[in-house]
Nanobody, 120 residues
């Protein structure tokens, strides 16, 4: 069972920066994609940024384009989310997500989440 552990959340003022990190362990097979989602109180979970682990294809939510950058370290099975020019609307619990391919089966995993709070 893949385990995803997030770190780097916290409280920051509007305009500030944070970097989230997510490390995957107990990986069988290959991680094919990693992503960050977020969920604000009373709202549905939404995709923030995603990346394939080979090929470098990435995608971002329109609301974070130009401010957030996702990157992956395949050797360490780690995905980072660099967040700049944070806004109060970015306040949410951020979840790490990973897809693996093993034994001809795709599987999806989630981390426990890390709180990001942006004060105005």
């Amino acid at each position: 069972q893949v385990q995803l552990v997030e770190s780097g959340g916290g409280l920051v003022q509007a305009g500030g920066s944070l970097r989230l990190s997510c490390a995957a362990s107990r990986v069988s097979g290959k991680i094919t994609a990693m992503a960050w989602y977020r969920q604000a109180p009373g709202k549905q979970r939404e995709l923030v940024a995603a990346t394939q682990t080979t090929g470098g294809d990435t995608r971002y939510a329109d609301s974070v384009k130009g401010r957030f950058t996702i990157s992956v370290d395949n050797a360490k099975n780690t995905v980072l989310l660099q967040m700049k020019r944070l806004e109060p609307e970015d306040t949410a619990v951020y979840y790490c997500n990973a897809w693996t391919f093993y034994n001809w089966k795709n599987s999806e995993y989630w981390g426990q989440g890390t709180q990001v709070t942006v004060s105005s």
